[in-house]
């Protein structure tokens, strides 16, 4: 069966499956649940995977609200995962698009089903919870999850149209400091404020912004500013996201911000402070040129202009640490207009509407026919592979 022939078998599945997967994204954009606590969501998932067939294993990797599922044998010569992501922001539901993407990833996967023989390849759907926070996908690469995988793939939605996004590598940390409580009126002298090292220490990392380059980012929130007004803040914490373009200007970047810590401690006079992880450290997307080229003519067969920078900073993900174990591709396909931003109500209430129905289908070709085209193809296999071993 020739690429052209596969195309025409996965439309036909696609159309097959196209409503129930459609009433299952507008289901979990419902019903949002975030990071780690997506137990109603992979549930409605393993039972939808196996009415289909397949054989889920749930939990798995040590996850709760993970899982994998394969229809068949497993025993054929590739093995691919098709990422399936499901978890919420906290208060503003799936203004990451998770409810869309997820069941974009299901309907690829089931389109493939009749091919699996042609491509001799066994198309796994791997859930993996809690992207927004704490990656799972980190633990499941860490752990060996990925290995053996000679393709990950998945697709994000977005509010332009790219084939490799710039991925930034992430570290979370939370900074707290330990000063002395005292009546805030009657004797302050007598008290250390460490919420006073929390604001020297917020300061100190925006005087560092002007002397970094250009992909680095420094996020903050204050987690713990004290008990009340009238009491000297005893303990007080912030955490930072803290982001680079690769691995070891991150690592320059943790270490200022650890100075910046010991210098707001110092200044304020607390007596200790301490930093704890609050996340797996996320990896930059590592190249993957031949699956960049197949993306590349896959969406120029679906009449999709490629309208997105190319060389702007797209944030962060857990499928970066994917990428150092397993070739790995994430293109962003559109859902919205220009400008509506990810993690906003904006883009969370876009994700019911006709053009997230029919980005639902072009999502599923997009995966489905770089699929197809790589694995129709020993000459790309093995370019695909020395890619990622180069």
Sequence with gaps: MNYEECKAVICA???????????????????PEVSGQEFETAWKLVELLRGYGYTVEAPYANL?????????????????AVLVEYDALPKIGHACGHCLSGAVSILAALALRELQ???????????TPAEEKDGA??????????????????????????????????????????GKAAHA???????????????????????????????????GVVRNGG?????????????????????EHLRELIQKADRCAEGAAIAAGVSSWEKKTTSHVYDNLKAAPTGTAALTEVYKELGLPLNGDPNGIFASSDIGNVSFVCPALQPCLQAVNEGVALHTREFAEAMKTDRAHQSLVTGAQIIAYTIAKIFGDEKRIQSLKADFSA
């Design 185 to 219: 009126s009657k004797a302050p002298w007598e008290g250390v404020n460490a919420l006073n090292a929390v604001q020297l220490m917020c300061h100190a990392i925006d005087m560092q912004r002007q002397h970094v380059k250009p992909d680095a980012q420094f996020h």
């Design 137 to 178: 996908k980190c633990s499941m690469a860490e752990q060996g999850f990925f290995d053996g995988y000679d393709l990950a793939m998945m697709v994000h939605l977005y509010d332009a149209n790219l084939v490799t996004p710039k991925l930034q590598c992430l570290a979370c940390y939370e900074y707290t400091f330990h």
């Design 227 to 247: 008990g009340e007004p009238n009491i000297v803040p005893e303990t007080a914490s912030v955490e930072f996201f803290i982001r680079a373009l690769d691995k």
């Design 64 to 80: 709760p609200t993970a899982f994998r599922a394969v229809c068949g044998g497993g025993n054929h010569r590739y093995k691919i």
């Design 117 to 127: 023989e042609v491509l001799n390849a066994d198309i796994y759907l791997v859930g």
């Design 13 to 31: 599945e696609i159309e097959k499956y196209q409503a129930a997967l459609t009433a299952l994204s507008d289901d979990l954009a419902d019903h």
